[in-house]
């Protein structure tokens, strides 16, 4: 099995940045405007499903990767599960705040190569978002 | 099923660091000093394995938690199914790089009900760690 490992792009602050940016676009649009698309994907009581922002600026709901280790940290898995436990507000603002961790956890992966000071670059501009 | 919610603790900025720094601590032990005993743990090829930096500072390898939505962010799973593709600098540098975006994600998770400049006073405060 092939080991994960950082990808060589994006190597810049800026790319970690860029790359932070698509995503987190695209999860906000889930969590905001498609609110009822992106809910009425969660209806699943079986199925265990994650909510993934792409680095195309698109979203999806969809089962974690079956292969593991994965290239990147996986987002929170099981989002649907607990969808019909709290308000619809509630769950969202759940889902918001684990997509929060795991944009986070996204670009201090693939900054892994970056220096210290270049890494807090990138929380500087990701802060002023 | 209980939704996963931020739990109410640490509420602080510095909560949050104290958090991140403890769990931290476990992890680099786990990776350095404790490098034999951890490799050792992550011998099995069919399970699924993780480690995991607690906040009572100890380090735990375990499969990752069976009920989700889990309340924290979770690690990277599967550490043990690449182990022996790499050689073994390569694959605790693997690990590290893994653990360093979970504890990201753990530390943007529990500081979630920060404010904006409460969250980069937190990133701030890691950095100089």
Not at 101 to 109: G, K, N, P, R
Request: aromatic fraction near 10%; include cysteine; hydrophobic fraction near 35%.
């Amino acid at each position: 099995m092939s080991p994960p490992s950082p990808p060589p792009p994006p190597p810049t602050h800026r790319g970690v940045f860029e790359d932070f940016s698509t995503r987190r676009t695209a999860l906000i649009r889930a969590l905001t405007t498609d609110r009822d698309e992106f809910y009425g994907f969660c209806n699943s009581e079986t199925e265990i499903l994650c909510l993934y922002g792409h680095d195309d600026g698109s979203w999806e709901v969809k089962p974690p990767e079956p292969m593991v280790p994965t290239m990147l940290p996986e987002p929170m898995t099981g989002i649907n599960l607990c969808r019909n436990d709290v308000s619809r507000v509630d769950w969202l603002s759940i889902v918001a705040i684990h997509s929060d961790a795991w944009l986070m956890s996204v670009s201090f992966f693939l900054g892994a190569l970056l220096t210290s000071d270049e890494r807090y670059t990138s929380v500087s501009t990701i802060k002023y978002k």
